[in-house]
Structure formats: structure tokens, C-alpha cells
């Protein structure tokens, strides 16, 4: 299902009419290629060009459609019109190997002008000319990639469409060995080694591979490397690439939180494919409203019922990927009409949404969620397999309870530090509130959910303390003003887990605050501290994780409401 999944993109993008974003027909690749060698019909050099730009810090070359690389090892393997400068202009056994390459190819499109200049000049292989060039000197240096143009096209040899033609006709003749692709069902030339895939955080920087069996320990019962898993060259050809290209650096279909490298596509174009990327990911600098009118744009395809009908139907695909030594593991896969994944990234977003601050930002990313249960706040101390598990309850259904290591995270942090950020505040809502839904699958009387904001009609024993926590605390703000440390600086550790220690010592200390407050404050907060104590018929000993978790929201939402404006105004002094 994934291979197929990935060959049905693959035929897709290969189709677009637009063809900076169509795929290369097989036997290709995108390549970055730096530097371009022009030359004229009767082989001579005409210039050298370099294709990089400036990128930021970094200079990036032109990306162009060459025929697939060659797997090179230790021995000599040249790849087709274009390589190092050490092939591309070797007068030795390398130099040979790629001329012997293009000799094929012009076999079987002798009349391609391209193919006849490139063969004059490697016949030829004006030194001097070269030498004389500015650039020589670094791409020799560097021994940076070369393709080759002939003087009046706009694209390289390798993309005039003669050659296109004899470089796919080469690729289906490679391979003599056929079976039955378990990708289309076709009896046809099956790949004994599939193209490694590019891009997944943590893996290796040549590539790995989904499908493998290159060792003897792998093949079985007469089944040699490939035959073991059946997948055509054209099929083989198919996913690679069009995983490859969801993986690249510039794909709007990759996430990657944690080490989830996940992608994000649907069987046909949709508006909101790369907008389901954009939700859960963190957004660019250049565009930080990228995120929020994401959500503004799923969250009116769902009302108005634009996701319905036709578009209802179609399929998106979620892969996460993680590395496992030279191989790639599937992390999850995920295969839902829009009509049923709309619904549920709907419901996270509104679950992470809670009140906040105006210096807050108003959508947050998956990414912000997780760095604010990290230890320092570092990313690199996200738990490793905690993003994927995430976006995986998140899209399978609206009932699925988040990993126990979320809350359980961002309760400790919360602990430690003594400090509940918006950010983490959205984690412990959306946990509990994914907790309370399964578990009322199977209660005769549903629990509500945690709202928005503070819900003052909410009876559970840790958010009413939570609530009290804060307004203690408030008072002691007013009646200490400018005061370094509070009680949540002193307590909030026990408060929270064992409330029976510390609860007797802060009410205490409240009577001697309010005594140092005007009378109208002082009655405020005497009839505030009396409505939320007021179903505390005892403190617990003990309050497990979930409790703590209710625990800090009802302070969260406490807090909030202390600096939110009401038509009810608090008395002033």
C-alpha cells in the first residue's frame, strides 16, 4: 500500500504541466549540477558557466534533470552526461568510462546534434581552452559536478528530448530478469536494488533504504536480493523518487518534529495538502502567519463543507519515517479521506487552543508544544519518539489518547521550573482533554472536557486547588508588591502533589495578606477564595499525574483570568 501510494504521487507529479514542479520520466534524477559546459555543434568550448547562487550563507547550484546516478563503489562507475570533473574531463580510465557512456547512448540516438558535439569534444578535450577559463582552477579544485549544453538550448544535453527517449529506452532494457511487480501487478523487469531515499533525519548522508536484502543471511528459498520483494524497475524508479522528492529540503510536504521525519501527500492535488503540513509545523521567519492561516483555511473548508463531495473523498497519506542503522523503519502509516482527517486536526487544534496572552502567538506549532516539556527548552531534548506518536494519535481518530510521557513531561517541567508558559499549558489541555474523550467512550456519564478558559463550574477536587493556589497567590502579590519570591516559588511542588502539607500554612498566610489590603480587595478576595473552597471539604494526601495535571490548569486559567477584562470589573482600591 505505501509503494503504491508513493508510485500513484509519483505518476501524478510526472503529469503536472508545469514542469518546474513535474518529476523526472524514469531513468532520471534531479541533480544539482554547478558548473554547465557550453559547447558548440563541432565539439569546441564555448564557455563555462557557474550555476550557483548565492542562498543565504550558502551558494547552492541549479538543480536540472540528468539520467539516474550510478551506484559507485570503490571501482569505476560513470554516470551518463554529467558527473565530476574527474569523468566529465578524465583522460584516463575514468575519462574513458564516461565517453564510452555517452558512445551507447548516441547508438541509439544517432541523429541527436547534442549527443555528436558532446562525443567531438571529449574526442577532442581542448585543455588549453579549459585551463584558460577563470573557473578551471576550482573545478578542478573541487572537482565539482559537470553537465553538458549545447550552444542554443536552454537545457542540458541530457534533457533534449531524443535523448530523454534513448535514456528511457536503456533503463527498460537493463534488466532481462522479470517477474510480477507486487506495485502494479504487471509482469515486468524487476529491480534487484532499489535507489537509496534522501533526507531522513538521523540516517545516513548517501541514503538508505525502505526495501533491502543485500546480504546472503536475506534471500531464501531460491528468492536472490529483489526477488524477495518484487517491485518492477519503472515501480522501484517510481517511489524512490517520489519519496525522495517529499523529503527534499524544499518539499511543503515534509514535517520533521523529533526524529519523525514525516510526509504529507493526497492521492490528487488538494489546497490543503501542504496546509496540513503548515499546522502542525513551525513556520518560516520570512512568513510566521504561515501556520495560522493554514488552520483559518482547514478550519472553513470544514464549515463551509468544502472538504465534502468530490474533495471529501480524496486520500491523504501520512508516512512517518525513522532511521534504523542503514535501513529506514516505517514509524506509522496513515491512509484517510479528507472527510475524516479534517474533523480530527480540527479537533487538536482545538484542544492546544486555551487562553493566553496578546505576546503570545496565536497558533501553535507542534514543534513549539514539545520544546516546552524539554529540559532547558533545547530541542535537542525532546523525547526522540514523542512527535511522532503525537501527529499519529492526532490523525487516526479524535478519541486517541496522547502519549503518557506528554503530560507526564510537562507536569515535572512545569514542577521544576514553577512556571506554566502558554505552551505548556496547551500540552496538559490537549492531553487531558484526549483522555476524557476515550474514557467516556465507555462511561454512562460523559466527564466534560477542560474549556478555553477558567470554567468557574468546575467541580474536580485538584482544578478547584489549582484555582486557589493562584488566588493565594495573587494575594500575596498585592498585598507584597515588587516581591522577588511568592509562594509558587516555594510551594508549587508540593501544592500540586501532596496538597494536605502545605494548604493549612497558605491559608494562614492569606489571613495575615489580607489584612494589608484596602477593604473592597480584601473582600474580593475573601469571597473568591470562599466560592472555590467551597466544594474542598478536605486536601488530599496525594494527587496522581493526571491530577497535576488539572492541578496546573485550574491555576493556568485562575491567573488568566486575574488579567482578562470582564464586564464585571474586580473592586479597586
Known amino acids: 500500500m505505501i509503494l503504491q501510494a508513493l508510485a500513484g504521487y509519483y505518476a501524478r507529479r510526472q503529469a503536472d ?6 518529476l523526472p520520466p524514469f531513468g532520471f534524477a534531479i541533480k544539482a549540477v554547478p558548473i554547465v559546459v557550453e559547447i558548440d555543434a563541432d565539439g569546441s568550448l564555448v564557455q563555462l558557466h557557474d550555476t550557483r547562487e548565492a542562498r543565504g550563507s550558502k551558494r547552492l547550484a ?54 555528436r558535439a558532446c562525443l ?9 581552452s579549459l585551463e584558460a577559463h577563470p573557473l578551471w582552477p576550482q573545478v578542478v579544485a573541487d572537482n565539482l559536478v559537470v553537465g553538458y549544453q549545447l550552444h542554443g538550448d536552454a537545457e542540458l544535453i541530457a ?20 517477474g510480477q511487480c507486487l506495485v502494479t501487478g504487471e509482469t515486468a523487469p524487476i529491480a534487484r536494488l532499489h535507489d537509496a531515499i534522501k533526507g531522513v533525519w538521523g540516517a545516513q548522508t548517501s541514503g538508505a533504504n525502505i526495501v533491502s536484502f543485500n546480504l546472503d543471511a536475506f534471500r531464501s528459498y531460491g528468492k536472490e536480493q529483489g526477488r524477495n520483494a518484487p517491485v518492477s524497475e519503472a515501480a522501484a524508479f517510481a517511489y524512490t523518487t517520489a519519496l525522495n522528492n517529499l523529503l527534499s529540503r524544499d518539499s511543503r510536504n515534509r514535517l520533521q518534529v523529533g526524529d519523525a521525519s514525516t510526509v504529507i501527500w493526497a492521492a490528487e492535488p488538494n489546497e490543503l495538502e501542504a496546509a496540513i503540513v503548515d499546522i502542525f509545523g513551525e513556520p518560516p521567519k520570512d512568513d510566521p502567519d504561515r501556520n495560522v492561516e493554514a488552520a483559518r483555511k482547514l478550519l472553513a473548508a470544514v464549515e463551509t463543507g468544502r472538504q465534502g463531495a468530490t474533495a471529501g473523498d480524496t486520500t491523504f497519506y501520512v508516512l512517518g ?130 474549556t478555553v478558559s477558567l470554567d468557574p463550574d468546575r467541580t474536580d477536587p485538584a482544578y478547584r486547588l489549582g484555582r486557589l493556589f ?21 510551594y508549587y511542588g508540593a501544592a500540586s502533589s501532596t496538597p494536605v502539607t502545605v494548604f493549612t500554612t497558605l491559608l494562614r498566610l492569606k489571613n495575615h495578606h489580607l489584612g494589608k489590603l484596602p477593604v473592597p480587595r480584601r473582600t474580593y478576595f475573601e469571597k473568591l477564595v470562599g466560592q472555590i473552597a467551597d466544594d474542598l471539604h478536605d486536601f488530599p494526601r496525594q494527587l496522581t499525574l493526571p491530577d497535576q495535571g488539572r492541578f496546573a490548569l485550574g491555576y493556568y486559567h485562575q491567573r488568566q483570568a486575574f488579567f482578562t477584562k470582564t464586564t464585571d470589573p474586580q473592586p479597586k482600591e
Open 17 to 22: 504541466p508545469d514542469p518546474a514542479v513535474r
Open 62 to 115: 541549479r538543480e536540472f534533470r540528468v539520467p539516474a546516478p550510478v551506484k559507485k563503489t570503490s571501482g569505476v562507475a560513470a554516470n551518463l552526461l554529467w558527473d565530476t570533473a574527474e569523468y566529465a574531463f578524465g583522460r584516463g580510465e575514468k575519462g574513458a568510462a564516461f565517453a564510452a557512456r555517452v558512445q551507447q547512448l548516441a547508438a541509439l540516438a544517432p541523429q541527436d546534434e547534442g549527443l
Open 120 to 128: 567531438r569534444f571529449l574526442r577532442a578535450l581542448p585543455v588549453a
Open 159 to 178: 534533457q533534449r528530448p531524443q535523448v530523454v527517449d534513448a535514456v528511457v529506452r536503456a533503463a527498460d532494457s537493463e534488466s532481462s530478469e522479470t
Open 321 to 450: 519515517l525513522a532511521p534504523n542503522a542503514s535501513r529506514i523503519s516505517i514509524r506509522f502509516w496513515i491512509a484517510a479521506p479528507l472527510r475524516a482527517l479534517a474533523p480530527r486536526i480540527t479537533c487538536w487544534l482545538n484542544d492546544i487552543e486555551v487562553v493566553h496572552g496578546d505576546f503570545s502567538p496565536p497558533q501553535l506549532s507542534l514543534f513549539r508544544l514539545l520544546v516546552s516539556i524539554a529540559l532547558q527548552g533545547k530541542a535537542d531534548n525532546i523525547p526522540p519518539n514523542l512527535g511522532g506518536d503525537i501527529v499519529r494519535a492526532v490523525l487516526t481518530s479524535e478519541n486517541t489518547p496522547l502519549p503518557a510521557l506528554l503530560l507526564n513531561a510537562a507536569v515535572e517541567r512545569t514542577r521544576a521550573e514553577r512556571d506554566l508558559p502558554h505552551p505548556r499549558a496547551a500540552v496538559i489541555k490537549a492531553a487531558l482533554n484526549r483522555a476524557i474523550r476515550f474514557r467516556n467512550l465507555s462511561l454512562p456519564h460523559p466527564e466534560p472536557e477542560f
Open 470 to 490: 493562584a488566588a493565594l497567590e495573587k494575594v500575596q502579590e498585592e498585598a507584597q508588591p515588587g516581591i522577588n519570591a511568592t509562594i509558587r516559588d516555594r
